[in-house]
């Protein structure tokens, strides 16, 4: 007769399965501002973005615009959050960047500077390679690396720092059925980079986990909240995050269900660093989007 290790066994390998076969995609990503209508007027001038929507939040005293460069259904969005009467907020160091990938970096840096948008690094290849980056910093401090490279969705990078690669890694692969698409050693700069996704780099918006050397533990400030990824199934995924945060760390914060008053349903958890994710139904958030 099995034993009840045993006879989980099956039960965990089918919901890893599903979660490897479950039709994932980036939506967007939240954070916090100081002045919504001052990052909207960057965003859409210096970056080139669309204001796709936006809403305010009264009871809860706060609005939120969504920012891209193509719909919400086909595109990896920027969801800023303005909280009434807040005008400033710590990003920390664990946070790195956003990624926006461009056919001609030099001349999207020189069009950003002439909007008056702030280049911290100017265009050029990057340290012993060829591929040409440029960074932007907008009005709140956050940084835009701006990458050379065609591309089906220019809103390409989320990037964010780790204190244990390869633990980081086996959990994204578990609880999110993320690929790893590139791992590199980068002695010059003394860390480790992998990027994982749910497709080629130049077809997906991708995670950049960075690992600097000897580094465990990063400040998060109170800037940057979360991911928000799409799913079939919020409940098959939970069980999914369920099995990586017993085994590699990370904590489910709320369980899967709908959420009062729209009904779109989440579930929400954090990684082994703590950095936190949001899963959303994806019929849910199409109509969310009608």
């Known amino acids: 007769m ?3 290790s045993e006879a989980a066994k099956p039960a965990e390998a089918a919901v890893l399965e599903w ?3 479950d039709n994932k995609r980036m939506l967007h990503a939240v954070y916090r501002v100081g002045d919504l209508d001052r990052t909207i007027k960057y965003y859409t001038e210096c970056f080139g973005m669309k204001l796709l929507r936006k809403r305010d939040i009264p009871d809860e005293k706060y609005t939120n615009a969504f920012l891209g460069f193509g719909p919400e259904d ?3 969005a920027l969801e800023l959050t303005y909280n009434y009467g807040v005008d400033k907020y710590d990003i920390g ?3 790195g960047h956003f990624g926006i990938a461009n056919d001609d970096v030099y001349k999207f840096a020189e069009d950003i500077k002439s909007k008056g948008g702030k280049i911290t690094r100017e265009p050029g290849p990057v340290k012993g390679g060829s591929t040409v980056i440029a960074f932007a910093q907008d009005p709140d401090g956050y940084r835009f690396a701006l990458i050379q490279r065609a591309t089906r969705e220019p809103l390409c990078q989320v990037m964010l720092r780790v204190g244990d690669l390869e633990r980081s890694m086996k959990f994204y692969e578990k609880a999110l059925g993320m690929k790893l698409l590139f791992r590199k050693d980068v002695p010059e ?18 995670l950049e986990l960075i690992c600097n050397y ?3 533990e990063y400040s998060k400030g109170n800037a940057y909240a979360q991911v928000a990824i799409g799913t079939n199934d919020v409940y098959k995924s939970a069980e999914a995050v369920d099995l990586a945060t017993k085994e590699l760390g990370g904590k489910i914060l709320r369980q899967p269900g709908p959420l009062p008053g729209i009904n779109t349903k989440i579930t929400s958890f954090v990684d082994p660093d703590g950095w936190k994710v949001v ?3 994806h019929a849910d958030f199409l109509k969310e989007l009608q």
């Open 214 to 216: 000897g580094v465990t």
């Open 93 to 95: 160091e664990g946070f």
């Open 19 to 21: 979660n490897k076969q």
């Open 189 to 206: 700069y003394k860390h480790t980079i992998a990027k994982l996704g749910y497709d080629d780099e130049d077809k997906t918006t991708t």
């Open 74 to 76: 086909t595109n990896f």
């Open 279 to 281: 899963l959303v139904d």
């Open 2 to 4: 099995a034993t009840g």
